[in-house]
């Protein structure tokens, strides 16, 4: 059965039990769910209902309560929790591991936060703490501390006694080996152990060409060292290659998203953080600064217009067409644009090939600029029997459409060059120039022919 | 050292190698590389250095080049292998899994990869002939066929001497186990092998409820699947339940960014296969229809000027001020757009809650309406010295972001009830609407209010 199915019919039965006081049944039904699962179940129910379902679920089953808590994403989750007194948040927050803690309370109002650390077991609110220590979207930040490691002196046959013993620690998928003082010297795996004699000892079959993230590392570049050598897990390790925690693959898929979710918003200038339910106060706050830098270059352009208002008060036909120079310039400026913003992206565009992106950019632009220049002077020649605004109009477009491309490769490039996110602010840039541009040459263009337009 | 600059490093090193022509030392230092970075180094040199260095790096070691010409990606993969003979091309291609293999196959000219399949040896070009039958982007199609697999009724102790013998098996994560038909019944860990005692049966300790992946599902979903449950490979199995690949984590990602993409780019009308490296003349192909489609309507939007020719050419300020409104409600338009689209990608969306989201997006649009609309009139009754002409610029503002909000959500939102990829069509359509809205509202207004405005 599809998931999204089996999903489907869960919450169907949530609501009709919920709805009917089904509450030992709900509450039975609830606890056979998947995290992920109820997860989804609680952002598809009305406020009102998740929370009591949320409430019936925590005072039973705690940690699957907080697991899916932690699988809505820290903000929904905290959400959720705020409403909560800090006494019950602490206890249900000890029963997740503490980077996941970590994320939901760094979540929650300044004042229930810190009520919720000083209410933890020190040693839980500890690590807690340890880790919001560590600046967002970097790699200490998102590790798990708890970190199997084996001690390089043992022989293979303790390390499996070791791993036997110690049953609570999960998704062992990589052995780190460190020295006396904790130092990160090595890796093997389970299976690399059941190939070989049980008195060898662990020096002697560790890979020590591991790779491995320092603290402070960013979580992109820690999801591409990840992705790029096909690992499963990262050691972290601090300034002195202490091993101080590790990062699975599945939080690497989570900044993955985060990171696309990230480009393609700042692309249409919205903010990397906003959802689809996030509140309407706060989207209106991230989105009208981006809105009010638009309005001021749109008077900017607008500005241009002035400049050829003689013009236009003899041929208002100008009025009429001059928007479909400007607006096409943008159009495929932002193809050029997300083209080269993403190739910066996933690494596949430098400095050092960035001069046969120009050129290939600059042929699509002369190419589209004459195909769409030619069909727009014939629609406008036959719609308005004048052949040379018709040919204005399409050598205004064939300009505005390679300075399209030519400032749709540069000023992302640049703005990397510079170290600002070329995301961030390449779609301003660029479609106030193609809008100024396209004005000036088209209206500049049939202010020197005018003779022929009247 | 950080990965970037290790991998300047080599390619420095590779590039002075190669001038002086030390092909010893060369193929020394490139057989010290990760695949990963050898598919860096590979992208970032010269088109005539790159296939120099893979040849030679092929004839040394087939198994690594061919590592390295995966990482690079399907597209590029085959280009670089293109201009060698078949022959050659089919005995490197048995060098790496079939799913690779298949993967690079497919972007070979058709007359070429069929060449190439005929010339591998049987067992392999079969594996490959029968993932290519799968269609493109489904869970049949970038499965490794490759599975491990135990049957349900070994003892835990005869599992682990299955695993001792067969070396060759890489990754092994889940332990599927099957019963004598090959049907999927259940799923253990290595781990879980070494916590009971050698006599257990494997039905005992396997866990029966887990998660696979139909062939023919889509690969979005499969992704969606590894990603929610935390997974890090998925089983394949047939219409009858009958094991017949794996999908590990790493694909996955890479399943994930290629998506990512997609959404990014057919925000922007570019085609999702499209890459900053493809020739101009692909480029161009595959972006002009979305740019002819925008012309069409961007000729709809300037019609909608043309029945006010009047009234422009009394008031020629209107000229130049109506493309603020009309880009103002655009951009406003990409942002809900662009969140809507998100969020429907990201599954946090549905219709169920697209009243909320609507509600939401109409009131962020009044707010920014009311702000923008303000600040505009007060710019244009500043510039212009006519406060009616600023109030007229002011409500057609609000009116049109608005519209921006309302069609922002409900476009995308129908158009995924209608099973189209909203992020392909909307764009188009919101710009559409937010042009002819904005001059409509805007000259409209200044019509009826004409006579305050002379």
């Keep these: 059965m599809a998931a999204q199915r089996r999903i489907?019919?869960?919450?169907?039965?949530?609501?009709?039990?919920?709805?009917?006081?089904?509450?030992?049944?709900?509450?039975?039904?609830?606890?056979?769910q998947h995290p992920a699962d109820l997860a989804q179940i609680f952002s598809e129910l009305p406020d009102r209902d998740r929370e009591a379902t949320f409430s019936l679920l925590a005072e039973r089953n705690g940690r699957l309560?907080?697991?899916?808590?932690?699988?809505?994403?820290?903000?929904?989750?905290?959400?959720?929790?705020?409403?909560?007194?800090?006494?019950?948040?602490?206890?249900?927050?000890?029963?997740?591991?503490?980077d996941d803690a970590a994320a939901l309370i760094d979540y929650l109002p300044d004042e229930l936060s810190a009520a919720v650390l000083d209410l933890m077991r020190p040693k839980q609110s500890g690590e807690v703490e340890n880790l919001l220590e560590y600046d967002e979207q970097t790699a200490g930040r998102i590790m798990n501390p708890h970190v199997f490691a084996l001690n390089e002196d043992l022989t293979v046959g303790e390390a499996i006694t070791e791993l036997q013993t110690n049953r609570e620690v999960?998704?062992?998928?990589?052995?780190?080996?460190?020295?006396?003082?904790?130092?990160l010297v090595g890796v093997t795996s389970l299976r690399r152990l059941l190939l070989v004699s049980p008195e060898t000892p662990l020096k002697r079959i560790m890979a020590t060409d591991l790779i491995s993230a320092r603290v402070d590392m960013d979580q992109e570049e820690?999801?591409?060292?990840?992705a790029s050598y096909n690992l499963l897990a990262i050691p972290v390790v601090d300034e002195e290659n202490k091993l101080v925690g590790v990062i699975t693959v599945d939080d690497v898929i989570d900044v993955i998203k985060e990171e696309a979710t990230e480009d393609i918003y700042r692309l249409a200038g919205v903010a990397g953080d906003e959802r689809a339910f996030t509140p309407a106060g706060e989207s209106l706050r991230k989105r009208l600064p981006w809105l009010g830098i638009n309005l001021a270059t749109a008077f900017m352009a607008a500005s241009v217009v002035a400049l050829f208002e003689g013009t236009i008060q003899q041929i208002t036909a100008l009025a009429v067409f001059m928007p479909i120079v400007a607006g096409m310039g943008g159009n495929a400026a932002t193809q050029t644009l997300t083209v080269i913003v993403r190739g910066i992206a996933l690494g596949e565009l430098t400095w050092s090939n960035s001069r046969k992106a120009?050129?290939?950019?600059?042929?699509?632009?002369?190419?589209n600029g004459i195909v769409l220049g030619i069909a727009a002077a014939i629609v406008v020649w036959a719609a308005r029997g004048n052949p040379v605004l018709g040919l204005v109009l399409g050598a205004a477009m064939l300009i505005n459409l390679i300075v399209a491309a030519t400032a749709g490769t540069l000023v992302p490039l640049g703005l990397r060059a510079a170290n600002i996110d070329p995301a961030l602010a390449s779609s301003v840039f660029i479609t106030t120039l193609t809008d100024v541009f396209g004005f000036f040459s088209f209206l500049g263009l049939a202010t020197v022919f005018i003779r022929f337009l009247a």
Excluded: C, W
């Design 8 to 32: 489907d019919l869960a919450l169907d039965s949530v609501r009709r039990l919920q709805r009917i006081g089904a509450t030992a049944n709900l509450l039975n039904l609830l606890q056979k």
């Design 358 to 367: 120009l050129i290939k950019e600059a042929a699509v632009g002369v190419g």
């Design 65 to 98: 309560a907080m697991e899916a808590v932690s699988e809505l994403g820290p903000e929904a989750g905290a959400g959720l929790l705020a409403t909560r007194p800090a006494e019950e948040i602490a206890k249900l927050a000890q029963e997740i591991p503490s």
């Design 222 to 226: 820690v999801a591409r060292q990840v």
């Design 170 to 183: 999960e998704m062992v998928f990589y052995l780190y080996v460190v020295d006396e003082r904790t130092h």
